[in-house]
């Protein structure tokens, strides 16, 4: 709109210009070499405009002239970068899609036409990779970590690559340089992290986070910082408790809800007897978390005092958390250790019909220091070898029975979760369980308590060993669960190479042809 706006000006001064010309009439002489030439100004004027456009002209097409070869470069130029261009999005979409054949034609054409381009080598690597070929993708990617332009992905390419060959020195390696060349990288910067963890060199991951800390957001600087100073303080505790103590409680501080942290702090300040910044700092992590360790801890704060004292202490312990079942736990251990059996009673009924593993422990125990009756107290283990699992430290289906700054399994930092363990997920290993006596076998699975505590115990199972054998039959035949997470490959990782057997498929098609009214009559 502006540009047509003094378009339109222009176009009016020049009108203007033209309009106080014709309203001044006048003639212009010249007389040059005995001529003489007599005009009127506004012909004179047509004229000079009329020699200067031919001018332009002229001028015009001796540059085209001269610049035609340099012209036509730039054109055939301009083309081969669509051709390019083209290829390149072509590749890419096909190796999104997994399709080798066309990822290697366009890779084999951008090779071709813009062999120096970044994308071209990136296409390679991508092509490389999903046909298999690591050789060539680990080619393209050091092609790509020797330009500055794209060092910082040929090195990521180099680090995954390593990292595939279980070269874990050299992966780290990789990781180094490109967080020297570029401090900003996520990636490399987790992976030498990562890598000091798995040395116990937690003075030298707390520097690294510090250098990192402007690529970090302000939560997650706080939450990894509280995770390296508890796991440095864990491993002071035993020589320098007063730094251990110091780091515990300024993780504390960074990440209130962090369990470790705040029963580490909460037990070396009730060792140095301050017992009342201890309760503050566990009630505190016990309220947004609540979790065993924290009760344990709390029910240790004051050495000496006997169990009914103790007791009163985790009553009101609980009582800031009424509803969850570690308070439900945590009470009625409390009253088990006080000799009160009804309260402990209590505190467990709501829990009772569908009990976890801990629960049905717990009440196996109250049964054994209340009434001293073996066979209630063999009915509590056998739901207890049934009932469902407890929360615990997990990360990456690695179970531990301690929490851990960083996960064994792929060396990720805060990885552990108290949660229950993932079941069912599959590829995992079968259970190869002891096979019992006849004796020791269970006849039925036992009825969950509804509404009564007192449970008469079991009838003893039969000694005959066919019906214990056709009891395993039927929990073998009972269909099995599909696995609750499918296996997906990323575009760029062609996965396992999967043989199928000729015969296999023979026989299901067999199978298949055989269904429906010819199985019934075969």
Known sequence: MIRIVIFLIVVGLISLGFVWLADRPGDVVITWQGKHIETSLMVMTDAVLLGMAAIAAICIVLYLIVRSPFLLRNVRRHRRSERAYQAMSGGLVAVGSGDIAAARKHAATVNRLAPHEPLSLLLAAQSAQLAGDREGAERAFRAMAGRDDTKPLGLHGLFIEAHRRDDHAGALAYAEEAARTAPSLGWASRAVMEARCKEGDWAGALRLLEQNLRTLEKSVYRRLRAVLLTAQAHALEATDRGRAKAQ?????????????AAALAGRLLAEDGQHHKASRVIVGAWRANPHPELAQTYAELRFGESARDRLKRIEAFAKRVPEHIESA?????????????????????????????????IMAELERAEHNDEGRVREWLSRAVHAAPDPAWTADGHVSDRWLPASPVTGHLDAFEWRVPLTGIAGAAPVIEPELPPAILPSAPIAPMQDRV??????????????????LRRKADQPKAEPIIPLVHAPDDPGPEVVVDEETEQEREQETKASGWRKLFG
């Open 454 to 471: 007192d449970v008469q115990p079991p009838a003893p199972p039969p000694t005959d060993g066919a019906s214990a054998l056709a009891r």
């Open 329 to 361: 736990i945590a009470t009625s251990r409390a009253a088990i250790d006080a000799q009160e059996f009804a309260k402990a009673r209590a505190a467990l009924a709501s829990y009772l019909a569908a009990p976890t593993k801990r629960i049905a422990l």
């Open 248 to 260: 515990a409680l300024e993780a504390q501080k960074l990440a209130p809800t962090l369990v470790p």
